[in-house]
T-cell receptor, first 115, second 109 residues
Framework: ETGVTQTPRHLVMGMTNKKSLKCEQHLGHNAMYWYKQSAKKPLELMFV???????ENNSVPSRFSPECPNSSHLFLHLHTLQPEDSALYLC??????????????FGPGTRLTVT | TQLLEQSPQFLSIQEGENLTVYCNSS?????LQWYRQEPGEGPVLLVT?????EVKKLKRLTFQFGDARKDSSLHITAAQPGDTGLYLCAGSGTYKYIFGTGTRLKVLA
């Protein structure tokens, strides 16, 4: 139990569907992250939020839309995805986003399959 | 562009053997973390190293940060099946946090 929860754990969606991934952290951290983990590729950072403000967007397609209503919650809204978007989507949090020691705490991930 | 290469990519060993996993870069990092990820779960933080030449021990795991803060190693003594998993290094650099390519370890009973 890392203090970061994600729902759902598994999601199958068609290319025309709209769905959302949810992440919640119970650690009192100020920064939250979305990562994509595909087979045979390193973890890819997608978005970084610090104190509810997006501070990084790593050239992610607009079919992925993040939302951070407060420092404890993070959403990833999905629409018109492609089969190559199938992956494990991981949420993480850290005390701050601008520190030299970037210890991050990860949730269990959402396994997404786009059909 | 800062990259972190890990070697080996895959490692399958017998219980009780020792092993070393490497994490290398041409760039300098402010700090480096090691994580272990088990199937169906997110990565779990094992250790952070900050100072060049630093050595940290966590039971049977020994972590070392290179003197120039460009590389790191993880040594496991007397591996056990419970050590099986994906080992990831991650480095923080100039406005970036980068994960390595990963080493998938399997320890056979």
């Amino acid at each position: 139990e890392t203090g970061v929860t994600q729902t759902p754990r598994h999601l199958v969606m068609g290319m025309t569907n709209k769905k959302s991934l949810k992440c919640e952290q119970h650690l009192g951290h100020n920064a939250m992250y979305w990562y994509k983990q595909s087979a045979k590729k390193p973890l890819e950072l997608m978005f970084v939020y610090s104190l509810e403000e997006r501070v990084e967007n790593n050239s992610v397609p607009s079919r992925f839309s993040p939302e951070c209503p407060n420092s404890s919650h993070l959403f990833l809204h999905l629409h018109t995805l492609q089969p190559e978007d199938s992956a494990l989507y991981l949420c993480a949090s850290s005390q701050d986003a601008g520190q030299l020691s970037y210890e991050q705490y990860f949730g269990p991930g959402t396994r997404l399959t786009v059909t | 562009t800062q990259l972190l290469e890990q070697s080996p990519q895959f490692l399958s060993i017998q219980e009780g053997e020792n092993l070393t996993v490497y994490c290398n870069s041409s760039s300098v990092f402010s700090s480096l973390q090691w994580y272990r990820q088990e199937p169906g779960e997110g990565p779990v933080l094992l250790v952070t190293v900050v100072t060049g030449g630093e050595v940290k021990k966590l039971k049977r795991l020994t972590f070392q940060f290179g003197d120039a803060r460009k590389d790191s190693s993880l040594h496991i003594t007397a591996a056990q099946p419970g050590d099986t998993g994906l080992y990831l290094c991650a480095g923080s650099g100039t406005y970036k946090y980068i994960f390595g390519t990963g080493t998938r370890l399997k320890v056979l009973a």
